[in-house]
């Protein structure tokens, strides 16, 4: 996706990554409190080619009930469909579990790890979504090869039932991406934005624009004009808009410009052409003078010599 693992996303917020789960995992139940969420930078290494590789998810969470840890809850960004996702997927989730195994030596059952990928594409996930979707695997053996499915959530492709059921700035972005989809005129929520620069931020990668998250500081020097001096889409899709309005008369006078150059070259070039007619006429008209009175002098003497 081009996540930073150095910068905070938006769904690093528990609140977001709470209203995630509960919106997939529980049809919008509110069973995960964002308070029962905590941290966990998801590392892990591999050796390959005699090296250690390091892999590490986009955000990860441990989901707690008071001292019993109930789950570890993992989420990947994707705009684009990756055809070999679920080996992806399994390297992270076993790793998780090994990494259990290494922790309780036994003392503890393991608990479950569950990794979801949001995909923001506006067409639908192409690739296969289980281990034997994108594994070579001879029939003969097929049965003795464990399957292992991935949880893909085509976001664009949510139904306003599920949209309402989010809580948190990611409806805003489901909303977002759902009317992107449907190539219909694009009318923002006026929901607030509650964490700003991490939503613009993630705008700015899964839509591919830069714009979004060079508006914020534009956006602050008017928040006092704002509702509540909170930020809303319809805000933001304003100033995209008027950028694109902007870049546009730019282009078009730059354009403009092009052609007043284009033109006053090919004035230049056609007036110099002209230039050199003339002068080839004139070098020409004198070469043919020349001529003519060379030919008067030649018939003169030739009359001189005649009557004598």
């Known amino acids: ?29 509110q069973v995960i409190n964002e308070d029962q969420l905590e941290n966990s930078k998801d590392r892990s290494q591999y050796k390959a080619g005699g090296k250690l590789h390091q892999q590490e998810r986009d955000v990860s969470k441990f989901y707690n009930d008071k001292e019993i840890r109930i789950a570890f809850l993992g989420i990947e960004h994707q705009n684009k469909a990756e055809e070999y996702m679920p080996l992806r997927v399994i390297s992270y989730d076993g790793s998780s579990y090994r990494s ?20 923001f594409g506006t067409t639908h996930w192409r690739y296969g979504k289980s281990l034997h979707e994108v594994l070579d695997i001879p029939a003969n053996i097929k049965e003795y090869v464990s399957d292992y499915k991935i949880n893909v959530i085509e976001v664009a492709f949510l139904n306003q039932k599920q949209i309402d059921m989010f809580q948190s700035d990611f409806k805003i972005i489901a909303d977002f991406f759902v009317q992107k989809r449907k190539c219909e005129d694009y009318v ?35 928040r006092d004009k704002l509702k509540e001096g909170k930020i809303s889409m319809c805000e933001v899709y304003d100033k995209i808009e ?52 060379a030919e008067k002098e030649i018939a003169k003497l030739k009359k001189l010599l005649a009557e004598k």
Do not use: C, W
Request: cysteine-free; hydrophobic content about 35%; overall charge positive.
């Open 1 to 29: 996706m081009g996540l930073d693992a150095n910068e905070k996303i938006l769904a690093d917020y528990n609140d977001v990554f709470a209203d995630i789960m509960n919106v997939f995992l529980f049809g919008g139940k």
């Open 188 to 222: 923002p929520l006026d929901d607030p934005i509650i964490h700003e620069d991490e939503f613009l931020k993630m705008m700015e990668i899964m839509v591919g624009d830069k714009r979004y998250s060079q508006i914020l500081g534009e956006l602050n020097k008017e």
């Open 242 to 293: 008027g950028r694109g309005i902007q870049k546009g008369i730019q282009m078009e006078r730059a354009n403009t410009e092009k052609e007043r150059m284009r033109a006053d070259s090919e004035t230049k070039r056609a007036n110099a052409a002209t230039e050199r007619e003339k002068a080839a006429r004139k070098l020409a008209n004198a070469e043919k003078r020349r001529a003519d009175k």
């Open 100 to 119: 259990q195994l290494l922790k309780n030596e036994g003392k503890k059952k393991p608990y479950p790890v569950i990794t979801l990928v949001l995909y």
